[in-house]
């Protein structure tokens, strides 16, 4: 069936080490893949979104990663910090079904000083 | 400031007894839509509106209702509260052009007894 899903439920780095989520999607007709961070008590941010056309987007220090062959996305947060704490969601859309936003499971980031 | 904004936060209410929450915009946004946060389940879709007047079903949309009579609010309904809509709410908008970059309100908390 359609879904989207997380390798990791809790990932913990050291302050200043990269971090990496990871993301695994079914659906190959998706037009976008978008990364949400949503700190305890607040609802999520978006953070930064790829096409499907693409393989990679950078952002002020996050890259996305997209593989298609293995229907793999990936955050790659640089030089991890205290306020990176937070649970991180994989979304994806579907322009042709009806405009939803779907979600996965959410990935908790700790980050350790 | 550029916000969606949800009411109320915090609700405790018992089985049956008709309650509204309501969400406002005020970024002048097509797109609005609501969601439902359950541990282990991640965010899922219940309602969502396309511009004014214009409303569909998510994935989870039985027991609740929506209106979209102007375009900066979205209200949820819940005619008849049952203890498995206790759940974290969710509202959010977006540009109709950008219907992945959401943009969500603080969340409610809804317990139904």
């Known amino acids: 069936g359609e879904s989207v899903g997380l390798h990791l439920p809790t990932l913990s780095v050291q302050e200043g080490d990269n971090s990496i989520i990871n993301c695994a999607y079914s659906n190959s007709a998706s037009d976008y893949f978008i990364w949400y961070k949503q700190e305890s008590g607040k609802g999520p941010q978006f953070i930064i979104d790829i096409r499907s056309n693409m393989d990679k987007r950078q952002g002020q220090r996050v890259t996305v990663l997209l593989n298609k062959t293995v229907k793999h996305l990936s955050l790659q947060i640089a030089a991890t910090q205290p306020g990176d704490s937070a649970v991180y969601f994989c979304a994806e859309t579907r322009m042709d079904s009806s405009y939803k936003l779907i979600f996965g499971s959410g990935t908790r980031l700790l980050v350790r000083p | 400031e550029a916000q969606v904004t949800q009411n109320p936060r915090y609700l405790i209410t018992v089985t049956g007894k008709k309650l509204t929450v309501t969400c406002s915009q005020n970024?002048?946004?097509?797109?609005m839509s609501w969601y439902r946060q359950d541990p282990g389940l991640g965010l899922r879709q219940i309602y969502y509106s396309m511009n004014v007047e214009v409303t569909d079903k998510g994935d989870v949309p039985e027991g609740y209702k929506v209106s979209r009579k102007e375009k900066r609010n979205f209200p949820l309904i819940l005619e008849s509260p049952s203890p498995n809509q206790t759940s974290l709410y969710f509202c959010?908008?977006?540009?109709?052009?950008?219907?992945?970059?959401?943009?969500f309100g603080p969340g409610t908390r809804l317990t139904v007894t």
């Open positions: 970024m002048n946004h097509e797109y």
């Open positions: 959010a908008s977006s540009p109709g052009e950008s219907l992945h970059e959401q943009y």
